[in-house]
């Protein structure tokens, strides 16, 4: 079955924006940019999941959008439809999982931001985790985990430093 | 100059108690008990400063004080004096840490809770950062980062997982 990942950065102290929505803490880390293995899990991707927040972030940041080819699926409350390769959603978690594997291959990327997290988590849906913690506390800003889902017991499988980064991966706890 | 160190374990959504107080998730990992080398680290300890809910939390959970031979601080806005080992104070953090180096040696071991890390984290003050996180995702509780300082660059200096639990060592960032 094809996995759901939540592959992303945060602040240590669990940020992944500061307060302002601003992301330059992901990018100032000194030296060069430490390779996170990003690449590889991007072509291992079949289709993206975000939030409504994130998608105009994206939007923002980018000149051109950053997923071509990989089709996209943004929860929104308010619209409807398809805007060329993204398609908004407001289909329950499991349904909108459901719809994917079936009609895509290769791992489902969460992409963000914490509204969605907490959505997918409300129903442990999450497979994979992979957290990109950088050397930085913000104060305050938008947390990954929003409270309000239940207690969730994940299975360490690996932490690495990379550079002044640490990635910790967990998996789902199966039992 | 004898060091203040943040030694502490959280969850990985940042929650050093659940939403009830309660920390059994710190002993609920499978397998032996892993050594973080936490008996190393106390010995190097010649001082605790804490906050009065975690001082009150401490004396609730253990039969007889646990640090007994070391000289604790406890941060009251309403209690003064001294208890035992144990003495009441409203200094500033600034203020409180040059009265320790002054009269203890060894590392200061800011044990928590949050407001007091926050408190400290205001000036930025902590020398050394060992955080435990535990493969856990609360979904609420007592955040060990409550909201509400300035952005803090740290410089990692490790990470290991010892059982489950990650251990990420940070530095003040000097320059």
């Not at 924006?17 to 880390?29: N, P, R, V, Y």
């Not at 072509?43 to 972030?57: A, C, F, H, K, P």
């Not at 997290?117 to 913000?138: G, H, K, R, S, T």
Request: glycine residues 12%; hydrophobic residues 40%; negative net charge.
């Amino acid at each position: 079955m094809d996995k759901l990942i939540l592959y992303i950065a945060c602040s240590l102290d669990g940020y992944i924006a500061d307060a302002t929505c601003g992301i330059g803490f992901l990018e100032e880390t000194p030296g060069p940019v430490p390779d996170t293995g990003f690449e590889q899990f991007y072509d291992s991707v079949g289709s993206l999941i975000m939030g409504n927040t994130t998608y105009r972030q994206v939007g923002e940041l980018a000149d051109t959008w950053p997923y071509e080819g990989k089709p996209c699926y943004v929860y929104s409350r308010r619209e409807t439809g398809q805007n060329g390769q993204v398609a908004f959603t407001s289909l329950s978690p499991a349904a909108l999982l459901e719809e994917l594997r079936s009609e895509h291959g290769g791992a489902i990327w969460l992409v963000g931001g914490g509204e969605i997290v907490q959505l997918f988590l409300a129903e442990n849906l999450i497979d994979e985790y992979y957290i990109y913690l950088m050397p930085d506390l913000l104060g305050d800003g938008l947390p990954l985990f929003p409270a309000g889902f239940p207690k969730t017991k994940l299975s360490l499988q690996s932490v690495q430093a990379i550079g002044q980064i640490v990635e910790v991966v967990y998996h789902k706890k199966t039992k």
